[in-house]
């Protein structure tokens, strides 16, 4: 079965401190793996592909296929990092539906 | 580019009435996807169409819901017979092909009353 987890419905940090957003996954066999954001009163966009292995706006994240992880990191963390973040993984095969995660709501206090 | 055009954001319907939301997907998009969010929960996925066809449908409800994707207009997600429980945030997706990134629309928020 497709699974994606995100343990921590709520984080808080400090503006300047490291953050990192959990996510593991289960999947019989090679999936593709995302980050979703949505900030306030906007629409879902594409944060990160693991594909793609970029950084966009300071965060990255690695797929550890070990551990079944894709964390999200940011090692300085900014007031407008605050936002809804979904975790998803894509077959990279056959079905084109994303699974996502219950995602996390990441607040960065001044 | 406008993006993915749902209509309506906001949705009030009593019990037993119909709803129908609609989808325009971004130019030159051909594949479309609804995902409905329950409160408090992620998106789950319910259906997956191209033009005229419905793909992947493994996330509907087996009853009261169904989906299409005219060769004209926008896609429509029609829940008939609406209860309490349809209150949720639906999703409509498109994209350009397979593998290809998927572009979100802002959402179409159903309240059952």
């Known amino acids: 079965a497709q699974r994606v987890t995100q343990p921590e419905k709520l984080l808080s940090v400090f503006k300047g401190a490291p953050v990192e957003l959990k996510c593991n996954y289960s999947y019989s066999g090679s999936p593709e793996l995302f980050w979703y954001v949505q900030y306030s009163r906007q629409r879902l966009q594409l944060l990160l592909r693991h594909i793609s292995r970029e950084s966009i706006k300071g965060f990255t994240a690695d797929l550890n296929k070990g551990e079944t992880s894709f964390h999200l990191k940011k090692p300085f963390a900014q007031e407008e990092d605050s936002a809804m973040y979904y975790c998803?993984?894509?077959?990279?095969?056959?079905?084109?539906?994303?699974?996502f995660g219950q995602g996390t709501r990441l607040t960065i206090n001044p | 580019n406008a993006g993915v055009m749902q209509n309506p954001r906001h949705l009030v319907r009593r019990r037993g009435q119909e709803a129908r939301l609609r989808c325009s997907p971004m130019?030159?998009?051909?594949?479309v996807y609804w995902y409905r969010q329950l409160p408090e929960e992620g998106l789950k996925f319910m259906v997956y169409?191209?033009?005229?066809?419905?793909?992947?449908e493994s996330g509907m409800p087996k009853e009261r819901f169904s989906a299409e994707f005219p060769k004209e207009g926008p896609s429509i997600l029609r829940i008939q017979q609406v209860v309490r429980g349809d209150s949720a945030a639906y999703f409509c997706?498109?994209?350009?092909?397979?593998?290809?990134?998927?572009?979100f629309g802002q959402g179409t928020r159903l309240t059952v009353v």
């Open positions: 169409l191209q033009k005229e066809n419905i793909i992947d």
């Open positions: 998803a993984l894509r077959g990279i095969q056959g079905a084109q539906k994303l699974v």
């Open positions: 997706a498109s994209s350009g092909g397979e593998g290809t990134e998927a572009f």
């Open positions: 130019k030159g998009h051909s594949h």
